[in-house]
């Protein structure tokens, strides 16, 4: 089908754009767009996910002055720099921390993209061994961005990456 919008329907519009959503740039080599195009998209997801969870938060111990039975998660205060004592240093700190997780989210998803591709162009196929290689090292990768990270803390993001990337990969293949 032609490229003319007038003709092409909605269908059309949209399988386009599943087949060309990993072209969101094009530095030169199809790993680079692979990484570029993977770190952007999870940055922006995990700057959603970060903002609104503290927004979820304010709105709940904003709530519990109320009488009704919302139960407020103890909350690990991902954003320290949110002391509400004025609106501007507030507003740093959501910036500052919606950044770093934004950063990570990124981190994580270029590399296992990359990882992935790198696997499949070397072994020449891609089945649930590379996934779970690439999970390991990205989750070991993950852990070592937090604030202390220890020896079984990377362990244990290791296998969980292992292990996530892979029951992904075999469940794409059965759905």
């Given at each position: 089908m032609g490229?003319n919008l007038?003709?092409r329907s ?8 599943n087949n060309?959503?990993?072209?969101m740039f ?8 692979r990484i570029?195009?993977?770190f ?7 700057a ?5 969870r ?6 709940l111990?904003?709530a519990s002055?109320?009488r009704?039975?919302v139960?407020i ?6 954003f320290?720099?949110l ?6 240093s ?5 910036v500052?921390?919606?950044?770093k ?5 990124g981190v994580?998803a270029g ?6 591709y790198?696997l499949?162009e070397?072994?020449?196929?891609h089945d649930?061994?590379n996934?779970?290689?690439?999970g ?12 202390n990270p220890?020896q ?20 794409t293949?059965i759905?």
């Open positions: 490229h007038e003709t909605f269908s059309d519009e949209v399988r386009s754009y060309n959503a990993g072209n094009d530095l030169g080599h199809p790993l680079l767009n570029a195009g993977s952007v998209t999870a940055a922006g997801i995990g959603v996910q970060a903002v609104s503290e927004a979820c938060f304010t709105a111990e904003n002055g109320d009704t039975d139960t998660p103890k909350k690990n205060n991902h320290r720099g002391t509400g004592e004025t609106n501007r507030s507003i740093e700190g959501l500052k921390t919606t950044g997780e934004s950063i990570q989210w994580a590399m296992y993209s990359g990882l992935t790198g499949k070397v072994r020449g196929v649930w061994r996934s779970a290689v690439a390991a090292i990205t989750g070991a990768a993950v852990a070592l961005t937090s604030d220890s079984d803390q990377i362990v244990q993001f290791a296998i969980t990456g292992a292990a996530v990337s892979t029951a992904a990969n075999i469940l293949g759905f």
